[in-house]
T-cell receptor, first 115, second 112 residues
Framework: AQSVTQLDSQVPVFEEAPVELRCNYS??????LFWYVQYPNQGLQLLLK??????LVKSINGFEAEFNKSQTSFHLRKPSVHISDTAEYFC?????????????FGKGTLLTVNP | IAGITQAPTSQILAAGRRMTLRCTQD?????MYWYRQDLGLGLRLIHY???????GKGEVPDGYSVSRANTDDFPLTLASAVPSQTSVYFC???????????FGPGTRLTVL
């Protein structure tokens, strides 16, 4: 079985400050990892993903996440946030399990960027 | 159509009524999913379909049914709605199960 823990349900920060949203997972097999973002009253959008290769992955809007296998983590970071980054962020994990590839989501972290 | 569409956008429904939420994708993805999103609980998988003609149960399937007659459509039916089914419902699809998923805009359902 696999699971995802997002350690913070809410993260308030000021504009232009750095931010880290924490995500830990558990799985007995190799995994794919994802971060999704949900803006108010919208569906989820893929922000970035780790499938294989370089452990540091980046999005087009300045977010990055690093896959750390030994710590089973995939924390999301941004060095300087904008008001427009205010949204809920979901970490998700999937992995092979016979025919049961399953995408498991964390419960989300609400990032609020204040002026 | 581009991506995934869902209908209706929102609905208020009396308890005991039957309701079908519609989902259509035009990306020719093999796998499709239905989730419900509730405050503090994140997204929970209701049902999924790996390919046309097959369906499977997710974490919270009770009270819901699905069908997958073709690649594009994946309707979710509530046979007899109850207030605990008040939620926001998201449909999603992926090339195959386990790959990144693409989400629709959601349906906000209120059961009174």
């Amino acid at each position: 079985a696999q699971s995802v823990t997002q350690l913070d349900s809410q993260v308030p920060v000021f504009e232009e400050a750095p931010v880290e949203l924490r995500c830990n997972y558990s799985s007995s097999v190799s995994v794919y990892l994802f971060w999704y973002v949900q803006y108010p009253n919208q569906g989820l959008q893929l922000l970035l993903k780790y499938l294989s290769g370089s452990t540091l992955v980046k999005s087009i809007n300045g977010f990055e996440a690093e896959f750390n296998k030994s710590q089973t983590s995939f924390h999301l970071r941004k060095p300087s946030v904008h008001i427009s980054d205010t949204a809920e962020y979901f970490c998700a994990v999937s992995g092979p399990g016979g025919s049961n590839y399953k995408l498991t989501f964390g419960k989300g972290t609400l990032l609020t960027v204040n002026p | 159509i581009a991506g995934i569409t869902q209908a209706p956008t929102s609905q208020i429904l009396a308890a005991g009524r039957r309701m079908t939420l519609r989902c259509t994708q035009d990306m020719r993805h093999n796998a499709m999913y239905w989730y419900r999103q509730d405050l503090g609980l994140g997204l929970r998988l209701i049902h999924y379909s790996n390919t046309a003609g097959t369906t499977g149960k997710g974490e919270v399937p009770d009270g819901y049914s699905v069908s997958r007659a073709n690649t594009d459509d994946f309707p979710l039916t509530l046979a007899s709605a109850v207030p605990s089914q008040t939620s926001v419902y998201f449909c999603a699809s992926s090339v195959r199960r386990g790959n990144e998923q693409f989400f629709g805009p959601g349906t906000r359902l209120t059961v009174l």
